[in-house]
């Protein structure tokens, strides 16, 4: 995505909700509270691959006008968003319904998030061929949406553990790659700097030379 939000920025916008979430509900404090009972609902991972890159890519659109907006006013929201009851069929072809979070996109299309469809909590991990700041774009995306979501009818602290601890994972990933990018360029700086007294080669006397004289 190219909306004018450098890489640092992101991640670091990222880590930042990552902590807010946490000051508002301190046990995602713990990596490990995570609550994941998804076996009666919806699809299950293996058979929503098809649905993976299609809703991937309608967030990565989602999160870009975030981002935009960001680098216009300051401000990352997406006001986009209601929350709403939803009837569909589950697998078993019977119709359930459920709270969901619907996101208005720009063509007058809806984009559907189900918290009880696996295809939700495991959006980044089926596209791992994706860019780095897109998949931060689209977990954070996800982040903002849910932790709003939390309290409202089958939507606990336990599944936003599972979006806001994937975040973290990535949050961490760009560090990794930030740290290496600045020894690389500390390395380049160095094969371009001129050689200080050191590395200035010491030829030994011509020997040689003074003896003929």
Not at 55 to 71: I, K, P, W
Not at 115 to 120: A, G, H, L, S
Request: charge should be negative; aromatic fraction near 6%; hydrophobic fraction near 35%.
């Amino acid at each position: 995505m190219g909306y004018g939000v450098s890489m640092e920025r992101l991640a670091l916008t990222a880590d930042s909700l990552v902590d807010y979430m946490v000051s508002v509900h301190p046990e995602l404090a713990d990596p490990r509270y995570v609550d994941l009972d998804l076996e009666p609902y919806g699809k299950t991972v293996e058979e929503s691959w098809v649905e993976f890159p299609l809703l991937f890519d309608d967030l990565l659109d989602r999160a870009g006008h975030v981002e935009a907006q960001y680098a216009k006013t300051s401000y990352m929201v997406e006001p986009g968003v209601d929350y709403c009851c939803v009837s569909r069929p589950n697998r078993d072809g019977d119709i359930v319904s459920s709270m969901c979070a619907v996101v208005a996109k720009d063509d007058g299309s809806t984009v559907i998030l189900d918290p009880n469809r696996p295809i939700v909590y495991g959006l980044v991990s089926a596209n791992p061929e994706r860019p780095l700041r897109d998949l931060i774009g689209v977990q954070s995306y996800l982040v903002r949406v849910f932790g709003d979501a939390v309290g409202r009818p089958g939507f606990t602290v336990g599944r936003l553990g599972q979006l806001v601890g994937t975040l973290r994972d990535l949050v961490r990933l760009a560090r990794v790659d930030e740290g290496d990018d600045a020894g690389d360029g500390a390395e380049q700086a160095a094969d371009r700097a001129e050689p200080g007294p050191e590395q200035i080669p010491i030829h030994e006397p011509n020997t040689t030379r003074r003896e003929a004289e």
